[in-house]
Nanobody
Framework: QVQLVESGGGLVQPGGSLRLSCAGS????????MGWYRQAPGNQRELVAT???????NFADSVKGRFTISRDNAKNTVFLQMNSLKPEDTAVYYC???????????????WGRGTQVTVSS
């Protein structure tokens, strides 16, 4: 059993910053990719940023230059530093990871339950 638990969401004013964390636990053998997605009311879930096990990064155009992503492989944790936040960044942010639970085992995708980020004055 694998769990991803997010933390760090909340209410912030426009222009402010937040840092999200996501920690993986359970039967984790290897984490290939970790990342963040978000879903605003009435919208589809969309990619925010991902980071591979060899630190290749990918960002949505809407967050480039404002958000950074990093990971601590020893702690199975991924971070999302969000700066210069805008009201349109308001959404539920979900942690995502591609994980194998045993040697030579097939990777599977896992999701956290999400954390609310609200950007408002």
């Amino acid at each position: 059993q694998v769990q991803l638990v997010e933390s760090g969401g909340g209410l912030v004013q426009p222009g402010g910053s937040l840092r999200l964390s996501c920690a993986g636990s359970g039967s984790i053998f290897n984490i290939y990719v970790m990342g963040w997605y978000r879903q605003a009311p009435g919208n589809q879930r969309e990619l925010v940023a991902t980071i591979t096990m060899d630190n290749k990064l990918n960002f949505a155009d809407s967050v480039k230059g404002r958000f950074t992503i990093s990971r601590d492989n020893a702690k199975n944790t991924v971070f999302l530093q969000m700066n210069s936040l805008k009201p349109e960044d308001t959404a539920v942010y979900y942690c995502n990871a591609v994980i194998s639970t045993r040697a030579m085992g097939p990777p599977s995708q896992y999701w956290g339950r999400g954390t609310q980020v609200t950007v408002s004055s």
